[in-house]
DNA sequence: GTCGTTTCAGGGAC
DNA sequence: CGTCCCTGAAACGA
């Protein structure tokens, strides 16, 4: 090639753009690896490149990106992706100079933890007209700064996935410095206690048995305790949900991580399952017909033994659930709910009706056989005659995890036929034709809307490669303006977004100002972030000295107003479905945080993405006058525990 | 990606 | 109360 043409402006802007899409793609990879439980999220268009980046930053917010009545963020989204685009080629270097393999591994943590991988250099902003602009505000808690900044050294030892720095780091506590410094805090501590050990096993030897069995009162005690100081437990089924899918996501991440340890990382699921069951942490232990307080239809799992902690469906893998006749004083047996895995189920686009086969006859251990009217094909017989209602849970294919399997819980149904049926092994099998009850709210539909949604850009883009992710829609929500939601189902503690915008100083920043209707302030975590600490005493391990108390308030405000990305629309509710963190970038003396977004929970798909704004007025536990205070806005996210005002 | 193998648990029935 | 047995799914490797 002509060497002059290597200075044609028109090819060195197009090398420039495929050093990006290749950055783009190098950054999902590296996203891939480091996040959550290999629960990525974050969308990043295949076709990305700077000017269509910028040019999505110089339109102003909310015009022409309408398509087919639906407002799409797609470029905003990219604008994310340039932020950390930067960051990432920072953490290169860094990567390559490791030696440690167990670095790149996803972080899988029990309590709220700060990433710090990207690793993010104030340097590099001017070489790259970044998106986001992280500005200097001010130099504060320099004493507190050293500390922070010796963190990920010490990390680096520990045998942590990444590089990790807990809230209480990002968040110096003065008034409990003295005994929780740095020093004290372990997070995965070199030196196993005993304790440490896997959790007990089901045994049948008898002094194991017994010594088990202490051990597991003591921590019933203690927990129960703790379950009782959590405000939510008192504050409905629904919360009670809440914080036992928390405890068991992250215990179960817990488990992994430490049998990751150990090279033995078995079905971690039902290790934290099995522990919560033999500690009573599970809820609607009764079996009932109908509605199970607390789930919602449309509600998501991951795992089977989730159904079984929140009582939605009691098996650990039989898929009939059912009422044992004794029990109830009656001759009879009668189906509580059912799981469709999919294996039989009707391939048409009908919602309404699922044809359901009945169990047995196929055992892998033992000849197979027809299948006989007893247990679940009984009691579904007997719940067909008395026209008695039916959980049905559905099951979809997991689109960030091939392997894996999503289950939804689409109301109630009534069996209105059943016959008898060949398998293809010839064996007779029964069949159970379901039909949904009238006037319940959108399950399994949604999924299939969304799947006919996702068919069209498949369509259009050919040779595309199958990343990571997450599609983001703006919507228009009524009463509250434009709002966020996920065409994709969302793990708990799956990274969302991050808050881009100019970052100011929050002591020279009127929030009461009109400009910054479009603005984060970083005002207190909701207590909801502590109950990712919930599960630890399961373990015995001593959790983190993280209380309200001890969160400080970051004195920063991010605004919106002239760039940013999906995090604007973000609305406020007090039972949030995410949380968000401050993010260390770096680790020299010129840090500041960036704030991102987790999945507190399971989000099921079309869901309001949402965050505790916290209170603009005087945060709880501040006497007297704050000097930031602003003027409350009521709220209108319509939760039960709504506080009224943010 | 697909197939086969291994390993795990709750709870009804007795 | 203890034990057997029935029930698939998650994870991993070939």
Same mark, same amino acid.
């Given at each position: 090639m002509d060497a002059s043409a290597l200075n044609d402006p028109r090819l060195k802007a197009l090398m420039e753009e495929e050093r990006t899409k290749a950055l783009a793609n190098e950054f999902v990879a590296k996203l891939t690896d480091v996040c959550w439980d290999k629960c990525i999220t974050g969308s990043i268009g295949s076709s990305f490149s700077r000017s269509e980046a910028?040019?999505?930053?110089?339109?102003?917010? @909310?015009?022409?990106?309408?398509?087919?009545? =639906?407002?799409?963020?797609?470029? *905003? /989204?990219?604008? %994310? !992706? $340039? #932020?950390?685009l930067f960051t990432m080629e920072n953490?290169?270097?860094?990567?390559?100079?490791?030696?440690?393999?167990?670095e790149r591994k996803p972080l899988r943590s029990l309590a709220p933890m700060l990433p710090t991988t990207f690793g993010y250099d104030v340097e590099t902003q001017s070489a790259y007209p970044m998106l986001v602009f992280v500005m200097p505000f001010r130099r504060c808690f320099s004493s507190e700064r050293r500390q922070q900044s010796s963190a990920p050294m010490k990390m680096k030892q520990a045998p942590v996935p990444l590089k990790a720095t807990p809230i209480s780091m990002a968040f110096p506590v003065p008034q409990h410095e003295h005994e929780t410094s740095d020093e004290d805090y372990e997070p995965f501590p070199n030196q196993k206690k005993p304790t440490l050990q896997?959790?007990?096993?089901?045994?049948?030897?008898?002094? @194991?048995?017994?010594?088990?069995?202490?051990? =597991?009162?003591?921590?019933?005690? *203690? /927990?129960?305790? %703790? !379950? $009782? #100081?959590?405000?939510?437990?008192?504050?409905?089924?629904?919360?009670?949900?809440?914080?036992?899918m928390t405890m068991f996501d992250s215990l179960r991440r817990r488990i992994l991580q430490l049998d990751e340890k150990e090279d033995a990382c078995r079905r971690a699921d039902l290790k934290a399952g099995t522990l919560m069951m033999q500690n009573g942490l599970r809820i609607n232990n009764l079996k009932i017909i109908g509605p199970v307080p607390g789930v919602e239809i449309g509600d998501i799992f991951f795992f089977r033994i989730e159904m079984c902690i929140v009582g939605l469906h009691a098996p650990a893998m039989a898929g009939i659930d059912y009422i044992c006749a004794k029990n109830v004083g009656k001759d009879e047996t009668l189906a509580v709910s059912i799981i469709s895995s999919g294996g039989y189920e009707n391939d048409d686009d009908d919602t309404d009706v699922l044809v359901y086969?009945?169990?047995?006859?196929?055992?892998?251990?033992?000849?197979?056989?027809?299948?006989? !009217?007893?247990?679940?094909?009984?009691?579904?017989m007997n719940s067909m005659k008395k026209k008695n209602l039916i959980r049905v849970v559905r099951s979809a294919q997991d689109p960030f995890c091939n392997s894996s399997k999503i289950y939804i819980y689409d109301g109630l149904y009534k069996i209105e036929d059943s016959w008898m049926d060949k398998a293809k092994n010839g064996f007779s099998v029964f069949k159970y034709k379901l039909r949904r009850e009238p006037g319940q709210p959108d399950g399994i539909s949604v999924w299939k809307m969304i799947e006919k949604w996702n068919r069209i850009p498949q369509q259009e883009i050919t040779v595309s490669q199958k990343g990571a992710y997450l599609n983001f829609e703006v919507f228009w929500t009524g009463d509250r303006g434009w709002g966020l939601r996920s065409w994709d189902p969302i793990r708990a503690g799956a990274f969302i977004c991050e808050y881009a915008g100019h970052v100011m100083d929050e002591l020279h920043t009127n929030m009461d100002d009109k400009e910054h209707e479009y603005a984060f302030q970083a005002s207190w975590f909701g207590y909801?972030?502590?109950?990712?600490?919930?599960?630890?005493?399961?373990?015995?391990e001593v959790s983190g000295n993280v209380t309200t108390e001890?969160?400080?308030?970051?004195?920063?405000?991010?605004?919106?107003?002239?760039?940013?990305?999906?995090?604007?629309?973000?609305?406020?509710?007090?039972?949030?479905?995410?949380?968000?963190?401050?993010?260390?970038y770096d680790h020299g003396d010129d840090s500041y945080p960036h704030i991102m977004f987790f999945a507190m929970k399971h989000i099921p798909p079309m869901t309001e993405l949402t965050y505790d704004y916290g209170t603009r007025g005087t945060p709880p536990g501040v006497k007297g006058e704050f000097p930031n205070a602003c003027k409350l806005k009521p709220c209108l996210c319509g939760s039960t525990n709504c506080r009224g005002s943010f």
């Open positions: 910028s040019r999505f930053q110089q339109a102003p917010p @909310d015009t022409n990106l309408e398509i087919d009545g =639906r407002l799409m963020v797609e470029y *905003s /989204l990219r604008c %994310d !992706l $340039v #932020s950390l953490s290169k270097v860094e990567a390559e100079t490791d030696v440690q393999p167990l896997k959790p007990p096993k089901r045994t049948r030897q008898v002094g @194991d048995c017994d010594a088990g069995n202490i051990k =597991r009162r003591s921590i019933r005690r *203690s /927990l129960n305790k %703790d !379950l $009782v #100081s959590c405000p939510s437990t008192s504050e409905g089924p629904s919360e009670s949900v809440e914080v036992i086969t009945g169990q047995g006859g196929n055992s892998r251990h033992k000849e197979k056989h027809d299948q006989k !009217l007893e247990r679940g094909n009984l009691a579904l909801k972030v502590l109950k990712w600490n919930l599960g630890a005493e399961l373990l015995e001890s969160l400080k308030k970051l004195p920063i405000v991010i605004s919106a107003k002239d760039s940013g990305n999906v995090a604007r629309f973000l609305n406020h509710s007090c039972s949030p479905n995410l949380l968000w963190q401050p993010v260390q």
